[in-house]
């Protein structure tokens, strides 16, 4: 029944026990399930079933990446289904996750102290100054080293969600959009060609768009939520503001460095687990796991305690997106097998008669898939079938290129899975006793705040 239901009672053509790279056009949609499952686990089980989930989401995480795994390799081979796994942990896991934990440890060693009371004027100061941050030091750097004051300034008020789902919306997300080290994305665009400041010129005006609408929105909503709760502010003594553990704004500095060294620096090619990878990448791993233990050694423990810093939300991320990136595999297989792929109607949407790219579908079908895929291999996926030649999309196919960029970008912001600050956010939230919108609610409030501006932002620029 399981070969049955994944795609057939036999391999396709060409599917030798042998094989060792999956074919996008041999699979079936069949092979989205285990994905979607995992999304509804992450959805559905924290409200239906909280316990369950709170103390096996790892194990359940792992069973939905076993159901790729397996009928993988019983239909295509043990080679293949092992060739996958290489791939997804050398060439996204492992990247993805040392990076992330660089700025996870380095962002949550540095102290913001002194009183900062969330009014509204203060919260949309805070949201504001995030989301400039967050296209210098990257969508999680910002995000690490900010969210914590913003819980400690509103820890006396009870009407402040709303505070955290912009923050996501803002700092984890449409902020990292000016250059590649704000999100993953624009990063890979670097990788790929596209040249350093070529987002900054092309999506200064998208993003101003986004941020002004919704920074105004903010303010007016959490004014009313001010203005309804009236809270009492405790009574404290005046404490100037200050900043401890800067040394971890250095290692921040040189996280950066190491991002911009992976575009510049090409001294060919090494393997990592039978992956054939760039050597500046696996250096950048390398770099990025040192980052990490020097700020564990010279952080003291003090500060990172009185910064409420746990290893919690870390350990989530890992764990969940180990197994998503696992279950979007065949996903993205199919999309990169374009029109030989069971997604062919879809990239079809993408070209007009004429074969012209149509620049607001590739930014809402970018931006759809990037709401729940990750955002950066969503990316990629466009990027190639757009014609993947960095120079050509940065002259003529300018306007495809940004819309692509933006609709990766922006709609990450969809749901707590299109990019991974936005579930370290809801973690590290609701460590603070603070409880957030379900995986469902949160969609909520994204299409309320959200979708209307994406509209204004295809009528203005991508009609």
Same mark, same amino acid.
């Given at each position: 029944?399981?070969?049955?239901?994944?795609?057939?009672?036999?391999?396709?053509?060409?599917?030798?026990?042998?094989?060792?790279?999956?074919?996008?056009?041999?699979?079936?949609?069949?092979?989205?399930?285990?994905?979607?499952?995992?999304?509804?686990?992450?959805?559905?089980?924290?409200?239906?079933?909280?316990?369950?989930?709170?103390?096996?989401?790892?194990?359940?995480?792992?069973?939905?990446?076993?159901?790729?795994?397996?009928?993988?390799?019983?239909?295509?081979?043990?080679?293949?289904?092992?060739?996958?796994?290489?791939?997804? $942990?050398?060439?996204?896991?492992? =990247?993805?996750? &040392?990076?992330?934990?660089? @700025?996870?440890?380095? *962002? %949550?060693?540095? /102290?913001?102290?002194?009183?900062?009371?969330?009014?509204?004027?203060?919260?949309?100061?805070?949201?504001?100054?995030?989301?400039?941050?967050?296209?210098?030091?990257?969508?999680?750097?910002?995000?690490?080293?900010?969210?914590?004051?913003?819980?400690?300034?509103?820890?006396?008020?009870?009407?402040?969600?709303?505070?955290?789902?912009?923050?996501?919306?803002?700092?984890?997300?449409?902020?990292?959009?000016?250059?590649?080290?704000?999100?993953?994305?624009?990063?890979?665009?670097?990788?790929?060609?596209?040249?350093?400041?070529?987002?900054?010129?092309?999506?200064?005006?998208?993003?101003?768009?986004?941020?002004?609408?919704?920074?105004?929105?903010?303010?007016?909503?959490?004014?009313?939520?001010? $203005?309804?709760?009236?809270?009492? =502010?405790?009574? &404290?003594?005046?404490?100037? @503001?200050?900043?401890? *553990? %800067?040394?971890? /704004?250095?290692?921040?500095?040189?996280?950066?460095?190491?991002?911009?060294?992976?575009?510049?620096?090409?001294?060919?090619?090494?393997?990592?687990?039978?992956?054939?990878?760039?050597?500046?990448?696996?250096?950048?791993?390398?770099?990025?796991?040192?980052?990490?233990?020097?700020?564990?050694?010279?952080?003291?423990?003090?500060?990172?305690?009185?910064?409420?810093?746990?290893?919690?939300?870390?350990?989530?991320?890992?764990?969940?997106?180990?197994?998503?990136?696992?279950?979007?595999?065949?996903?993205?297989?199919?999309?990169?097998?374009?029109?030989?792929?069971?997604?062919?109607?879809?990239?079809?949407?993408?070209?007009?008669?004429?074969?012209?790219?149509?620049?607001?579908?590739?930014?809402?079908?970018?931006?759809?898939?990037?709401?729940?895929?990750?955002?950066?291999?969503?990316?990629?996926?466009?990027?190639?079938?757009?014609?993947?030649?960095?120079?050509?999309?940065?002259?003529?196919?300018?306007?495809?290129?940004?819309?692509?960029?933006?609709?990766?970008?922006?709609?990450?912001?969809?749901?707590?899975?299109?990019?991974?600050?936005?579930?370290?956010?809801?973690?590290?939230?609701?460590?603070?006793?603070?409880?957030?919108?379900?995986?469902?609610?949160?969609?909520?409030?994204?299409?309320?705040?959200?979708?209307?501006?994406?509209?204004?932002?295809?009528?203005?620029?991508?009609?």
């Amino acid at each position: 029944m399981m070969l049955l239901f994944f795609g057939g009672m036999s391999a396709p053509a060409g599917a030798a026990e042998g094989a060792a790279e999956l074919d996008g056009a041999a699979l079936s949609l069949a092979w989205g399930l285990p994905f979607a499952g995992i999304l509804l686990s992450i959805a559905l089980m924290p409200l239906l079933a909280g316990q369950v989930w709170h103390h096996h989401y790892g194990k359940i995480a792992a069973g939905w990446a076993t159901l790729v795994l397996l009928p993988m390799a019983m239909i295509f081979g043990p080679a293949t289904a092992w060739s996958e796994l290489r791939h997804v $942990a050398a060439h996204e896991f492992i =990247p993805f996750i &040392a990076l992330l934990l660089a @700025l996870y440890t380095t *962002g %949550g060693g540095v /102290l913001l102290r002194g009183r900062l009371m969330g009014t509204p004027a203060t919260n949309t100061a805070l949201l504001a100054l995030g989301t400039v941050l967050a296209s210098v030091m990257g969508t999680t750097g910002a995000s690490m080293v900010l969210i914590r004051p913003v819980l400690r300034a509103n820890a006396f008020r009870r009407r402040k969600t709303h505070v955290f789902v912009f923050f996501i919306f803002l700092v984890s997300n449409i902020g990292g959009s000016l250059t590649p080290i704000g999100d993953p994305p624009l990063y890979l665009g670097f990788l790929a060609g596209v040249s350093f400041f070529w987002p900054t010129q092309h999506l200064a005006a998208e993003f101003l768009t986004c941020a002004v609408i919704l920074l105004a929105l903010f303010y007016a909503l959490d004014s009313w939520a001010w $203005a309804r709760e009236r809270p009492a =502010p405790p009574a &404290a003594e005046p404490e100037p @503001l200050r900043v401890e *553990g %800067g040394v971890n /704004l250095a290692l921040i500095g040189g996280v950066v460095a190491v991002v911009l060294m992976q575009g510049a620096w090409k001294p060919g090619s090494a393997s990592l687990f039978g992956e054939t990878m760039p050597i500046q990448q696996l250096a950048a791993i390398l770099a990025f796991l040192a980052i990490t233990g020097i700020s564990v050694a010279i952080t003291p423990a003090a500060l990172r305690e009185a910064n409420g810093f746990t290893w919690g939300a870390m350990t989530e991320v890992a764990k969940l997106f180990a197994a998503i990136f696992i279950c979007m595999g065949p996903v993205l297989a199919i999309l990169k097998a374009g029109p030989a792929g069971a997604a062919a109607g879809l990239v079809a949407l993408t070209s007009d008669a004429a074969g012209a790219p149509i620049p607001w579908v590739y930014f809402w079908l970018s931006g759809a898939l990037s709401s729940f895929l990750d955002n950066a291999p969503t990316y990629l996926v466009f990027f190639n079938l757009a014609g993947g030649d960095a120079g050509a999309l940065m002259g003529q196919g300018a306007l495809t290129l940004t819309a692509i960029s933006c609709g990766s970008v922006f709609m990450g912001a969809n749901s707590y899975i299109g990019n991974a600050p936005n579930f370290m956010v809801k973690a590290i939230v609701e460590e603070g006793g603070v409880r957030m919108p379900s995986f469902f609610g949160y969609c909520g409030w994204a299409a309320l705040f959200l979708l209307p501006c994406f509209v204004l932002v295809t009528l203005l620029f991508f009609r």
